[in-house]
């Protein structure tokens, strides 16, 4: 079956230090993958859009500055917090698809990110 | 972009009865929707997902309505029992975009 991974599952980081999470996908190739951050109460927003040859697609009010993704083949995403303050932590999930057409996305269980 | 609106955002109902949240979105564009489960301190579980040329789709439980002339995405949870108690999302995508999701409502189920 289709599979996501997502480590670590939980990270402290000192505020102004960075932190990186890792999306691997299992028993597909994953075209595209996307990053949602989940704060406390409240819903997933998307940051950014991550489709394999292409330029990733970042959201308004996240930037690569702040959220630098890599995506350098069909099996494996990461993304960094770069100086994480206390507005960035949450539960981070990766959502990977085989394609472009409709189908499923296969969520991993996510990283939850507190920093202090 | 899309916007997604997610109502109610808390819901109560005793075990047995039926609970519905409604979504509605902008983009006529839009061709996929689906319902996501959130168990407390989990990640998020596929409940049920229909293309747009689907109205109604029903399965172990759970109802998802579709008009697209509105624009509105529903689930109807019949029979509600404890187990049900969660945060639901709704999440809706065009082509080759990435999911947005709406607000969530937050479905508590009481004995």
């Known amino acids: 079956g289709a599979l996501v991974y997502q480590y670590p599952r939980r990270t402290i980081c000192k505020s102004g230090t960075s932190m990186r999470m890792e999306c691997q996908a299992v028993?597909?190739?994953?075209?595209?993958v996307a990053w949602y951050r989940q704060s406390p109460q409240k819903t997933f927003e998307l940051i950014a859009l991550?489709?394999?040859?292409?330029?990733?697609?970042?959201e308004q009010n996240f930037t690569q500055e702040k959220f630098p993704i890599s995506h350098p083949n069909l099996s494996f995403s990461s993304m960094t917090v770069l100086n994480a303050y206390l507005e960035d932590r949450g539960l981070y999930l990766c959502?990977?698809?085989?394609?472009?057409?409709?189908?499923?996305?296969?969520f991993g269980k996510g990283t939850r990110l507190t920093v202090v | 972009g899309e916007q997604v609106e997610q109502r109610p955002p808390h819901l109560s109902v005793r075990e047995g009865d039926s609970a519905i949240i409604i979504c509605t979105y902008t983009?006529?564009?839009?061709?996929?929707f689906s319902w996501y489960k959130q168990e407390a301190g989990a990640g998020l579980q596929l409940l049920m997902s229909?293309?747009?040329?689907?109205d109604r789709k029903e399965e172990q439980g759970l109802t998802v309505l579709l008009n697209k002339k509105d624009k509105r995405l529903s689930l109807n949870l019949t029979a509600a029992h404890p187990g049900d108690s969660a945060v639901y999302f709704c999440?809706?995508?065009?082509?080759?975009?990435?999911?947005?999701f709406g607000t969530g409502t937050t479905v508590s189920v009481s004995p």
């Open positions: 028993g597909f190739q994953a075209t595209s």
């Open positions: 999440a809706v995508r065009q082509g080759g975009r990435a999911l947005i």
């Open positions: 229909v293309l747009s040329n689907v």
């Open positions: 959502g990977a698809r085989r394609d472009i057409a409709n189908t499923e996305v296969f």
């Open positions: 991550s489709t394999v040859n292409s330029a990733i697609k970042y």
């Open positions: 983009d006529s564009a839009t061709a996929y």
